[in-house]
């Protein structure tokens, strides 16, 4: 099966994924407050690609529900653009990378141990698993230090999708690069690029979204659970 296929499969899985998150995520007041950061991370993105692909940028805005980046046309053609309304899905595993990095406190060739060499490491789906709970028992997590990667972490997923004005912006160039991809195999180690990133950014968000779903389904019992309490004791006390 030609690679652009399974990258458009990766694609979609990711749209839902980020789709079912950002709905739990919003469930959640101490995370929705904090939302500014990954709204800034989003737009930040939008607005290093465009210097990167020599766009003109005219306007850039992060509010903590919403922002935009105003900008030109790329001076790269196609490609540019594309790169430019899908920077928040790079932008956002490279700063994933990097808060894992932090928070373990390993450095780049630690990390890519980790991950088993330079082949699993390329696709992204094989690790020496026993160093990644060594590394994950070993955090402090009662510091700042993973206080603040939390924070960044679930905001940064938040954002993580390219905006329905991003999909419909990079519409054109997708379909032209996917057929572009089936006649040119030039593109395909591009692809297994994608493909790398696509499996990381879909691993995470899983694991992100059944966190939160069991996050709040414990949270709605608790809750439910003291409302049956206190409306006992209120017969009681009548």
Same mark, same amino acid.
């Given at each position: 099966?030609?690679?652009?296929?399974?990258?458009?499969?990766?694609?979609?899985?990711?749209?839902?994924?980020?789709?079912?998150?950002?709905?739990?995520?919003?469930?959640?007041?101490?995370?929705?407050?904090?939302?500014?950061?990954?709204?800034?991370?989003?737009?930040?993105?939008?607005?290093?690609?465009?210097?990167?692909?020599?766009?003109?940028?005219?306007e850039?805005?992060?509010?903590?529900?919403?922002?935009?980046?105003?900008?030109?046309?790329?001076?790269?053609?196609?490609?540019?653009?594309?790169?430019i309304?899908?920077?928040? &899905?790079?932008?956002?595993?490279?700063? &994933?990378?990097?808060?894992?990095?932090w928070?373990?406190?390993?450095?780049?060739?630690?990390?890519?141990?980790?991950?088993?060499?330079?082949?699993?490491?390329?696709?992204?789906?094989?690790?020496?698993?026993?160093?990644?709970?060594?590394y994950?028992?070993s955090?402090?997590?009662?510091?700042?230090?993973?206080?603040?990667?939390?924070?960044?972490?679930?905001?940064v997923?938040?954002?993580?999708?390219?905006?329905?004005?991003?999909?419909?912006?990079?519409?054109l160039?997708?379909?032209?690069?996917? &057929?572009?991809?089936?006649?040119?195999?030039?593109?395909?180690?591009?692809?297994?690029?994608?493909?790398?990133?696509?499996?990381?950014?879909?691993?995470?968000?899983?694991?992100?979204?059944?966190?939160l779903?069991?996050?709040?389904?414990?949270?709605?019992?608790?809750?439910?659970?003291?409302?049956?309490?206190?409306?006992?004791?209120?017969?009681?006390?009548?």
């Amino acid at each position: 099966m030609n690679s652009i296929f399974f990258v458009i499969l990766l694609f979609i899985l990711l749209q839902a994924l980020g789709h079912a998150y950002v709905l739990l995520f919003n469930q959640i007041a101490f995370l929705r407050y904090t939302l500014w950061l990954g709204v800034f991370i989003h737009e930040f993105s939008h607005f290093l690609a465009c210097r990167l692909t020599l766009a003109p940028v005219y306007e850039f805005r992060a509010g903590l529900s919403q922002g935009y980046v105003k900008h030109g046309k790329s001076k790269i053609p196609i490609i540019g653009n594309m790169l430019i309304s899908l920077a928040p &899905l790079f932008g956002g595993v490279i700063l &994933l990378v990097l808060l894992f990095m932090w928070v373990l406190g390993l450095d780049w060739n630690a990390f890519k141990g980790l991950l088993g060499g330079k082949t699993q490491y390329f696709w992204g789906i094989r690790a020496h698993w026993d160093q990644v709970w060594r590394y994950f028992l070993s955090i402090d997590f009662g510091s700042w230090r993973f206080g603040v990667f939390v924070i960044l972490f679930f905001n940064v997923l938040a954002v993580f999708n390219p905006s329905r004005r991003d999909l419909k912006n990079i519409a054109l160039g997708l379909v032209f690069y996917v &057929l572009l991809s089936l006649f040119w195999p030039v593109l395909e180690s591009l692809n297994a690029f994608l493909i790398f990133v696509l499996i990381w950014a879909n691993l995470i968000l899983s694991l992100a979204t059944f966190f939160l779903l069991g996050f709040i389904t414990l949270r709605n019992k608790l809750k439910s659970a003291f409302f049956r309490k206190l409306t006992f004791l209120k017969k009681r006390v009548k």
